[in-house]
């Protein structure tokens, strides 16, 4: 069976500090790999998204993440964080080999700092 | 272009009650998804419909159906309201599957 692990319920961060925000993700074929962003007050939005091609993969707000098949890991990254990034972040895995349904991590809250 | 409409915005029910969720997607997005976020949870699928046709289905009770319309709209229902049901109840349409979902504002649901 899919599943999605996010290992840390919050992640602390100064402002201006990189920022990264884990998911490790598992599934007996091939992955589409997705973050979202819930922002208080603003609902779920779409950050980046991987299926195939390069392993770093740029989305919304400067946000990156890179996809590593050999630790099943789709870590979320930005090089220098704002205190606006302060939001819960979910990373989503889907079986791209089985017509499956989509698996959402538990969340990560980010802090950034001031 | 509208983005996802979910009504009611707010329903407060009694344990035993059923209700009845409504979700309009984004112009010409066919594929229709709907998710029950709790605190401790967190987002937890509950169904995926596409052109009218449910594609899958969550680890939810009977007590939680949903449908498509031939417009896309859709609806969730949940008979029989528990306790537990409580949470924010999330509505997302894509072009299809595998594409980006776009979310509605969601439906918070208080059962006392």
């Known amino acids: 069976a899919q599943s999605v692990a996010q290992p840390e319920d919050q992640v602390n961060v100064a402002e201006g500090n990189p920022l990264t925000v884990k998911c490790t993700y598992s599934v007996s074929g091939n992955p589409y790999l997705f973050w979202y962003v819930q922002y208080p007050n603003r609902g779920l939005q779409f950050l980046l998204k991987y299926i195939t091609g390069d392993n770093l993969v740029k989305g919304s707000y400067g946000f990156e993440a890179e996809f590593n098949k050999s630790q099943t890991s789709f870590h979320l990254k930005k090089p220098s964080a704002l205190v606006s990034d302060s939001a819960l972040y979910f990373c989503?895995?889907?079986?791209?080999?089985?017509?499956?349904?989509?698996?959402f991590g538990k969340g990560t809250r980010l802090h950034i700092l001031p | 272009k509208a983005g996802v409409t979910q009504t009611p915005r707010y329903l407060i029910k009694t344990r035993g009650q059923q209700v009845t969720l409504s979700c309009s997607p984004i112009s010409g997005h066919r594929s229709v998804s709907w998710y029950q976020q709790t605190p401790g949870q967190g987002l937890q699928f509950l169904f995926e419909y596409f052109s009218e046709t449910q594609r899958n289905k969550g680890n939810f009770p009977g007590r939680f159906s949903g449908r498509q319309f031939s417009n896309s709209r859709s609806e969730m229902n949940v008979s029989t309201l528990e306790l537990g049901d409580s949470a924010l109840y999330l509505c997302?349409?894509?072009?299809?599957?595998?594409?980006?979902?776009?979310f509605g504002s969601g439906t918070q649901l208080s059962v006392l």
């Open positions: 997302a349409s894509s072009t299809d599957s595998y594409e980006k979902l776009f």
């Open positions: 989503a895995v889907r079986d791209m080999n089985r017509d499956d349904k989509i698996i």
